[in-house]
């Protein structure tokens, strides 16, 4: 079993900063991209931004030059910290990655539970 786990959200004013971090537990030979999308009442799951395992990083339009996902292999962790933040941010974030099992090396995809992030006018 594998499992990711969020922490980080909250309430902050517009133009402030939050830092996500993901924790990746459980059964891991290796962990491919990890990512962070962010889902608002009502409509789909956006990315936000990705990282694979090799650093290469790609953001949603919305959010580059603000926002910086980054990894640390050793501790199976992601983070996203964001910059300059604006209220159309608010969302609940979701951690997302695919990890390779040592259990037969399955491959699952992974998703967090997800955590809240508002951000006041």
């Known amino acids: 079993q594998v499992q990711l786990v969020e922490s980080g959200g909250g309430l902050v004013q517009a133009g402030g900063s939050l830092r996500l971090s993901c924790v990746a537990s459980?059964?891991?030979?290796?962990?491919?991209?990890m990512g962070w999308y962010r889902q608002a009442p009502g409509k789909q799951r956006e990315l936000v931004a990705v990282?694979?395992?090799?650093?290469?990083?790609n953001y949603a339009v919305s959010v580059k030059g603000r926002f910086t996902i980054s990894r640390d292999n050793a501790k199976n962790t992601v983070y996203l910290q964001m910059n300059s933040l604006k209220p159309e941010d608010t969302d609940v974030y979701y951690c997302?990655?695919?990890?390779?099992?040592?259990?037969?090396?399955?491959?699952?995809?992974?998703w967090g539970q997800g955590t809240l992030v508002t951000v006041s006018s």
């Open positions: 990282i694979t395992s090799g650093g290469r990083t």
């Open positions: 997302n990655a695919e990890i390779v099992s040592n259990l037969a090396y399955r491959t699952f995809e992974v």
């Open positions: 459980g059964t891991i030979f290796s962990i491919n991209a």
